[in-house]
Nanobody, 115 residues
């Protein structure tokens, strides 16, 4: 079973930037969609940015213009560039890769934005 591990989270001041990466323990063959989700304390997990097979990207309204999702086409894993971070972006961020047969999740990485 492939494991996903996120990295790049941390503590940053409002207005700062972070880049999240997602590493896979094995090969992922093809994907239907990959993306980043987040969960803040007391809230449900929400979609932040997703790439659909074919290249279409979808962003949550709250991050449009600030976050950019990209992918490692060889490894089929996503990156998330986060700029102009706000305190309300504070959450645990999870990477996700969905294939025809599997739905992989990472353990999450904490992003904390101080005001």
């Amino acid at each position: 079973q492939v494991q996903l591990v996120e990295s790049g989270g941390g503590l940053v001041q409002a207005g700062g930037s972070l880049r999240l990466s997602c590493a896979a323990s094995g090969r992922i063959f093809g994907f239907n969609a990959m993306g980043w989700y987040r969960q803040a304390p007391g809230k449900q997990r929400e979609s932040v940015a997703v790439i659909i097979s074919g290249g279409t990207t979808n962003y949550a309204d709250s991050v449009k213009g600030r976050f950019t999702i990209s992918r490692d086409s060889a490894k089929n894993t996503p990156y998330l560039q986060m700029n102009s971070l706000k305190p309300e972006d504070t959450a645990v961020y999870y990477c996700n890769v969905r294939t025809i047969l599997n739905n992989y999740w990472g353990q999450g990485t904490q992003v904390t934005v101080s005001s």
